[in-house]
C-alpha cells in the first residue's frame, strides 16, 4: 500500500513539473514573441519618423528657407538617439537569448539600412542648413573577435556626449555580412581590423585614444569650439 502511495506521489511530481516546464516554455515563448513585436513596431515607427524627416528636409531644400533647420535638425538627432536605443535593446534581447535568429537578422538589417539612411541625409542637406558637423563610421566586432571594442565604444560615447549633434557616430557590425550594405562600407573605409574608426575620410585602424580622435574630429569642422580650443591641431 505505501508502495502504491510512492509510486502514486512520483508519478503526480512528474506531472507538476511537467507541467511547470511547459508553462514556462510558453510563457519564455510569449516574451520572445512580445520583443520581437516591440522591436517590428519600433522598427516601423522609425520608418515614418526617417519619411517624415526626409519630408521636411525636402521642403527646406525645395523653399530654399533654412528657417526651420534648428527644429528639423533637433528632430533628426532625437530619430538618429531613438535607433540607437532600439539597437541596444536587439543587443539585449541576443544576449539573454530572448529573440530567435531570423527575427534579429530581419532587425538588425533594418537598423544599417536606416543609419546609412540618416548619413546620406544629414550629408545632403549639410550645406542647405548650414550645419557645422563631423560624421564617424565606427566599425566593430563581437568580444571575443575583439577585446578592444567595449573600450572604443566607450571612448566615442564621451566624444558623442562633448559634442552633441554636431558630431554623428554611425556604428556598424563589420561581421554582420547578411546586410550587403556591410561588406560595402568595409571595402569604402578599407576596415582591415576591428575596431576601425573613419572620421569623415581619414581611417584610425585599432583602437584609438580619446586625444587622437578629438583632434581629428576638431579638425574637420569649420568654426572653433571651445571643446577642442586645447587640442594642438595641425
Known amino acids: 500500500?505505501?508502495?502504491?502511495?510512492?509510486?502514486?506521489?512520483?508519478?503526480?511530481?512528474f506531472i507538476l513539473t511537467l507541467c511547470f516546464f511547459t508553462i514556462g516554455i510558453l510563457i519564455g515563448s510569449q516574451l520572445t514573441s512580445e520583443r520581437v513585436k516591440f522591436l517590428q513596431e519600433a522598427a516601423t515607427?522609425?520608418?515614418?519618423?526617417?519619411?517624415?524627416?526626409?519630408?521636411?528636409?525636402?521642403?527646406?531644400?525645395?523653399?530654399?528657407?533654412?528657417?526651420?533647420?534648428?527644429a528639423v535638425e533637433q528632430t533628426f538627432e532625437a530619430n538618429v538617439q531613438e535607433l540607437e536605443d532600439t539597437r541596444k535593446q536587439l543587443e539585449n534581447f541576443v544576449k539573454s537569448s530572448q529573440i530567435n535568429e531570423k527575427a534579429y537578422t530581419h532587425l538588425k538589417r533594418q537598423y544599417i539600412i536606416?543609419?546609412?539612411?540618416?548619413?546620406?541625409?544629414?550629408?545632403?542637406?549639410q550645406e542647405i542648413c548650414n550645419r557645422d558637423i563631423v560624421t564617424a563610421f565606427y566599425f566593430f566586432s563581437n568580444d571575443a573577435d575583439c577585446a578592444d571594442c567595449t573600450n572604443q565604444g566607450t571612448v566615442l560615447t564621451y566624444l558623442k556626449r562633448v559634442f552633441?549633434?554636431?558630431?554623428?557616430?554611425?556604428?556598424?557590425?563589420?561581421?554582420?555580412e547578411q546586410e550587403p550594405f556591410i561588406p560595402i562600407l568595409k571595402k569604402v573605409y578599407n576596415v582591415s581590423e576591428y575596431p576601425?574608426?573613419?572620421?569623415?575620410?581619414k581611417n584610425f585602424n585599432g583602437?584609438?585614444?580619446?586625444?587622437?580622435?578629438?583632434?581629428?574630429?576638431?579638425?574637420?569642422?569649420?568654426?572653433?569650439?571651445?571643446?577642442?580650443?586645447?587640442?594642438?591641431?595641425?
Request: charged share 30%.
Open 114 to 125: 536606416s543609419q546609412v539612411r540618416y548619413y546620406i541625409l544629414a550629408k545632403s542637406t
Open 207 to 234: 583602437l584609438q585614444d580619446r586625444d587622437t580622435l578629438l583632434k581629428e574630429i576638431c579638425t574637420n569642422f569649420e568654426e572653433e569650439y571651445p571643446e577642442c580650443e586645447a587640442i594642438p591641431l595641425p
Open 45 to 70: 515607427e522609425q520608418a515614418i519618423d526617417f519619411e517624415s524627416l526626409q519630408a521636411q528636409y525636402l521642403y527646406v531644400s525645395f523653399t530654399k528657407d533654412n528657417r526651420s533647420c534648428a
Open 164 to 176: 552633441t549633434d554636431r558630431l554623428l557616430i554611425f556604428s556598424f557590425d563589420g561581421q554582420f
Open 196 to 201: 576601425t574608426v573613419a572620421i569623415e575620410n
Open 1 to 13: 500500500m505505501r508502495r502504491k502511495l510512492n509510486v502514486k506521489r512520483h508519478i503526480t511530481a
